[in-house]
Antibody, heavy 116, light 109 residues
Framework: QVQLQESGPGLVKPSQTLSLTCTVS??????????WSWIRQPPGKGLEWIGY???????YYNPSLKSRVTISVDTSKNQFSLKVSSVTAADTAVYYC????????WGRGTLVTVSS | QAVVTQEPSLTVSPGGTVTLTCGSS?????????PYWFQQKPGQAPRTLIF???NKHSWTPARFSGSLLGGKAALTLSGAQPEDEAEYYC?????????FGGGTKLTVL
């Protein structure tokens, strides 16, 4: 079955760039007309949609994060990635990747802590 | 950016019925917002219960249903079970952008 798995550093220093990758297994990221989303959840708080990407490369970002966020796709690796620049403690969260549309697939999430 | 509102908390008795709602600061919620409902239990990733207002996934228990009600999206739980105690989030789409509600903590007591 199709699965998503987030990966990346669990600790990032303030002002640096957070980088995460979501690997899609069990099917091609290019099959079907899907968008692929990133969502985050600060500890003890609610969900925040970060943005999504289509395998063609088209993207849409949360306006509140748009200036600091880049989402990209690598179809050869069956992966899509997230970069958040100039991070602060407020970016500490569990980061999830998910298949948009019906949101039928979610990764387990990965905790990223911003701290010196 | 639009603000999506949910009840912060609700309580339902076992076997009872409860309706959670999802409103939009921009006006009435319509099918064009493609409302989603997610269930999240502590330490777990969210699980999608409802998409596009009322569509269910194969894993969605039959006791959950989605609808539009009084200008809001609604999630109705009929015959609550102890395992339904969780946080519930709605998500609305705004011409491509997605916005989550703040979540409703549902207690089954």
């Amino acid at each position: 079955q199709v699965q998503l798995q987030e990966s990346g550093p669990g600790l990032v220093k303030p002002s640096q760039t957070l980088s995460l990758t979501c690997t899609v297994s069990g099917d091609s990221i290019s099959s079907g007309d899907y968008y692929w989303s990133w969502i985050r959840q600060p500890p003890g708080k609610g969900l925040e949609w970060i943005g999504y990407i289509h395998y063609s490369g088209s993207t849409y970002y949360n306006p509140s994060l748009k200036s600091r966020v880049t989402i990209s796709v690598d179809t050869s690796k069956n992966q899509f990635s997230l970069k958040v620049s100039s991070v602060t403690a407020a970016d500490t969260a569990v980061y999830y990747c998910a298949r948009d549309g019906s949101f039928d697939l979610w990764g387990r999430g990965t905790l990223v802590t911003v701290s010196s | 950016q639009a603000v999506v509102t949910q009840e912060p908390s609700l309580t339902v008795s076992p076997g009872g019925t409860v309706t959670l709602t999802c409103g939009s600061s921009t006006g009435a919620v319509t099918s064009g917002h493609y409302p989603y409902w997610f269930q999240q239990k502590p330490g777990q990733a969210p699980r999608t219960l409802i998409f596009d207002t009322s569509n269910k996934h194969s894993w969605t228990p039959a006791r959950f249903s989605g609808s539009l009600l009084g200008g809001k999206a609604a999630l109705t739980l009929s015959g609550a079970q102890p395992e339904d105690e969780a946080e519930y989030y709605c998500l609305l789409s705004y011409s491509g952008a997605r916005v989550f509600g703040g979540g409703t903590k549902l207690t089954v007591l």
